[in-house]
């Protein structure tokens, strides 16, 4: 059986630590605390502050629990805050592409869209602001569930939306590995016939990812002559979830 990770163990008291007591402590008094050297702990610390577990005080210089914290069990990433870092990078995406822009995080077991970019043409078009969308079905869901962003697990009934809807868990799950072997997913008659969506996994701190953005637009236009989606529009929306995911904290890929 292997053994633990030591430096995880003594994360994990820290933050025990600052839940339990007055919330406000000094690295001195963390360190003595826990019996570890302040060279150590306030390595640990600086750690626990990059991924928003941790906060200090600028005027004391004591530590206490982060923002982070209160968001593991809803989602980790607040809609809002994924909608509003988003949004400079949606626009130019609909811009380069020539096609409609999704946002999306996993929201009651489907795909919430939190942010949509009409297609810049003068075509009517509805806003999705708000709608859920089968996860089995869509580019996005697809991308959501196979990072399995927040311990989703996959949907035990299969809808049927078209022919060309996933209808199996074998070749549910044949899906989702491609798209994490290739990081991106594609959706091609799935949902609605005549459509097509390409997507891409946000990542914040630590790479995990919490939310999917996307195009969508006709099959003509997001697919070449042989049904597959176009690389130059997989590539606008890979370069645009990495430019999301760096303003999230994410690590340069």
Same mark, same amino acid.
């Given at each position: ?8 163990? !003594?994360?994990?008291? %820290? ?5 339990? #007591?007055?919330?406000?402590? +000094?690295?001195?008094?963390?360190? !003595? ?17 990059? &991924? ?15 923002? +982070? ?21 949606? @626009?130019?995406? +609909? ?10 995080? $996993?929201?009651? #077991? ?11 043409? @003068?075509?009517?078009?509805? $806003? ?6 089968? $996860? ?10 196979? =990072?399995?962003?927040?311990? &989703? ?16 868990? !074998? ?19 799935? !949902? %609605? ?19 999917? %953005?996307?195009?969508? #637009? ?15 529009? &997989?590539? =606008? ?17």
């Amino acid at each position: 059986m292997p053994g633990t990770v030591q430096s995880i163990e !003594r994360a994990a008291a %820290i933050l025990r630590l600052l839940a339990g #007591g007055s919330g406000h402590l +000094a690295l001195g008094d963390i360190a !003595r605390s826990l019996d570890l050297a302040k060279g150590t702990t306030h390595g640990i610390l600086r750690t626990l502050q990059h &991924v928003g577990f941790v906060d200090q005080d600028r005027v004391t210089g004591h530590y206490q629990l982060g923002p +982070a914290l209160p968001h593991l069990g809803s989602g980790y990433l607040d809609v809002n805050e994924l909608r509003s870092r988003s949004i400079n990078w949606a @626009d130019p995406l +609909a811009a380069r592409s020539g096609e409609a822009v999704r946002i999306g995080a $996993l929201r009651e #077991g489907q795909a919430l869209v939190v942010h949509h970019v009409f297609r810049p043409d @003068d075509t009517f078009q509805t $806003l999705d602001v708000g709608t859920l969308l089968p $996860l089995h079905a869509t580019a996005m869901g697809k991308v959501l569930l196979a =990072y399995r962003a927040t311990g &989703v697990a996959p949907p035990h009934e299969l809808d049927r939306f078209t022919r060309r809807t996933i209808g199996t868990s !074998r070749a549910l799950a044949d899906d989702l590995a491609h798209v994490r072997e290739n990081g991106w997913s594609a959706e091609i008659e799935e !949902r %609605i016939p005549g459509e097509a969506a390409v997507a891409a996994p946000i990542r914040a701190h630590g790479g995990l990812v919490v939310g999917a %953005i996307g195009i969508s #637009g006709l099959v003509e236009r997001i697919c070449d002559s042989h049904y597959q989606p176009r690389p130059r529009l &997989v590539t =606008y929306v890979r370069d645009a979830a990495r430019a999301v995911s760096r303003d999230l904290g994410a690590a340069r890929r």
